[in-house]
């Protein structure tokens, strides 16, 4: 299990930018897939991207698609979420999540940060 440590939730206006971090706790933060996942009041949670550890593969939800960027640094064990041109449907909780190579799911997870577009 890793212990992971999201930060840099907030209000921001429609348009304007976020950048959320997660620390994760694992020396071996380099064996794991990294992911956002978000829940908006009401519904599911749902993916919104993921980084494989050695960088060459991110994946995004379509509709954050060219406006969010996930990057990660592995000498910090840290994993970054870049969001532009929020939207108010972006108001969500938003989780880290790590998935081992073990593993088919994302078994990790932190106790999220709220982020609240208004519009």
């Known amino acids: 299990q890793v212990q992971l440590v999201e930060s840099g939730g907030g209000l921001v206006q429609a ?3 976020l950048r959320l971090s997660c620390a994760a706790s694992t020396r071996t933060f380099i064996q794991y897939t990294m992911g956002w996942f978000r829940q ?3 519904k599911e949670r749902e993916f919104v991207a ?3 550890w050695s960088l060459l593969t991110t994946y995004y939800a379509d509709s954050v698609k060219g406006r969010f960027t996930i990057s990660r640094d592995n000498a910090k064990r840290m994993v970054y ?3 532009n041109s929020l939207k108010p449907e972006d ?3 938003y ?3 790590a998935k081992s190579s073990e593993s088919a799911s994302f078994g990790s997870w932190g106790q999220g940060t ?3 577009v208004s519009s």
């Open 40 to 42: 908006a009041p009401g």
């Open 95 to 97: 989780y880290c999540a």
């Open 91 to 93: 108001t969500a909780v």
């Open 50 to 52: 993921s980084i494989n």
């Open 114 to 116: 709220q982020v609240t």
């Open 81 to 83: 979420l870049q969001m």
């Open 15 to 17: 348009g304007g930018s």
